[in-house]
């Protein structure tokens, strides 16, 4: 078993920055990718970006390619979504999740999932 805790999230106004932390614990030898996903009110769950827990990789969703980097620290079983450019349309409860599947961006080989943070942005 795997527990992922988000924190981070807040209110920022349009063009603003935010970093969001998920950290780790239990069965982390297991995972193979971490991912993160957000959830607007009245829509589905969308991929944001994964990243390999080991060896090299990552990936993005076009909406945020160029925008926001996903960061890791082995040593302190986290990973970081950096947000940059916000744009309200970014609003949504961001979730963190891991895989014991490598390379993917689908909901479903995600496993475990955090409880999510609230992110707002404002024009």
């Known amino acids: 078993q795997v527990q992922l805790v988000e924190s981070g999230g807040g209110l920022v106004q349009a063009g603003g920055s935010l970093r969001l932390s998920c950290a780790a614990s239990?069965?982390?030898?297991?995972?193979?990718?971490m991912g993160w996903f957000r959830q607007a009110p009245g829509k589905e769950r969308e991929f944001v970006g994964w990243?390999?827990?080991?060896?090299?990789?990552?990936s993005y969703a076009g909406s945020v390619k160029g925008r926001f980097t996903i960061s890791r620290d082995h040593a302190k079983n986290t990973v970081h979504l950096h947000m940059n450019s916000l744009k309200p349309e970014d609003t949504a409860v961001y979730y963190c999740a891991a895989s014991i599947i490598a390379y993917t961006s689908r909901t479903q080989d995600y496993g475990y999932w955090g409880q999510g943070t609230q992110v707002t942005v404002s024009s």
């Open positions: 239990g069965r982390t030898s297991t995972i193979r990718t």
């Open positions: 990243v390999n827990w080991i060896g090299e990789g990552t």
